[in-house]
């Protein structure tokens, strides 16, 4: 079970408001359980809906029905979002907050279609269409794994900060001798354009629109692409380090008994899993009469 979010919005006295948070930002219960549950369900049924409209014989054929789950989605997540925000004593805290942002962006195309009709063409096939992709997004409130992964990534920005540091020295100096080494006939036209191939080369995609001409050139070319195969690991490396650091730290201490010697109990255990001796007692291990 994932661990009660942190009351970052303000719990409610008591009341309806008391009842409400607790179903929808805890899942200690089960009712909120069962709310979350239910509501990751919608969030991908929403998102498989406009994936499949998005193709071009599904629109055609079930346009009607595309379009009126669209507006049950989005009147169940208006609900939602309006409910989110009448049951914290702090509700502009929550509206503001990532989260918060994320579910009014996942509501609000369809609206901004009913409010500028003219703006339909650009609403069914651009922007507006891809801001309900942000649905999606919701679901990382819901699964511990995301969160524990945000705050990973959130602890180990300054490593990551520094790393993208080095990494844009070393693009920037790399693309700037590939320039003179290959010029402008070779298709190294500025160092921007440089740059720009030695990001692509060290991240290993490679796209292949300007290569080395020059045995010097393939040379530097081999080298970045060592140094990228190489590179792509660190930030792996630091968060993961990140991630297990935290995973240590949140594991609670397990406690012996003082009879068996027997070890692995949690804190809140009161009895040996083996000898059933009451745990925290100072009792010394019992030794068998001699015959």
């Known amino acids: 079970m994932k661990p009660a979010r942190r009351d970052v919005f303000g719990r409610p006295q008591g009341g309806w408001r008391l009842r409400f948070y607790t179903v929808i930002f805890e899942s200690d219960t089960p009712a909120g359980l069962l709310f979350d549950k239910l509501l990751i369900v919608a969030i991908l049924a929403s998102v498989a809906v406009v994936l499949a409209d998005s193709v071009g014989t599904l629109h055609a054929k079930y346009q009607a029905q595309f379009h009126a789950l669209e507006w049950g989605f989005t009147l169940l997540f208006t609900v939602e979002y309006v409910a989110r925000l009448s049951c914290v004593r702090h509700p502009l805290r929550y509206a503001t907050s990532f ?14 279609a009913v409010l500028f009709p003219e703006a339909q063409a650009l609403i069914d096939v651009r922007i507006l269409r891809l801001l309900r992709m942000f649905r999606v997004l919701k679901l990382t409130a819901y699964v511990w794994e995301y969160q524990a992964m945000g705050r990973a990534l959130v602890a180990s920005r300054r490593k990551i900060l520094v790393f993208l540091s080095a990494v844009m020295m070393i693009v920037v100096i790399m693309g700037t001798v590939m320039y003179v080494v290959e010029g402008p006939e070779n298709g190294f036209t500025s160092i921007p354009t440089a740059i720009y191939w030695a990001i ?25 692409m060592l140094v990228g195969w190489g590179t792509l690991a660190v930030p792996t490396g630091i968060v993961t380090a990140e991630m297990t650091a935290r995973r240590m730290l949140d594991t609670p201490a397990s406690r012996a008994c003082g009879a068996c010697g027997a070890a692995g109990h949690l804190p809140e255990a ?4 083996h000898c059933g001796a009451a745990l925290g007692s100072a009792v ?8």
């Open 270 to 273: 009161a009895y040996c899993l």
């Open 200 to 224: 692509t080369t060290m991240t290993t995609v490679g796209f292949g629109d300007i290569t080395p001409k020059t045995d010097i050139g393939r040379l530097v070319a081999s080298f970045m």
């Open 99 to 112: 989260f918060g942002i994320v579910d009014l962006l996942s509501i609000l195309p369809t609206y901004v």
């Open 284 to 291: 010394a291990p019992r030794e068998e009469a001699a015959p």
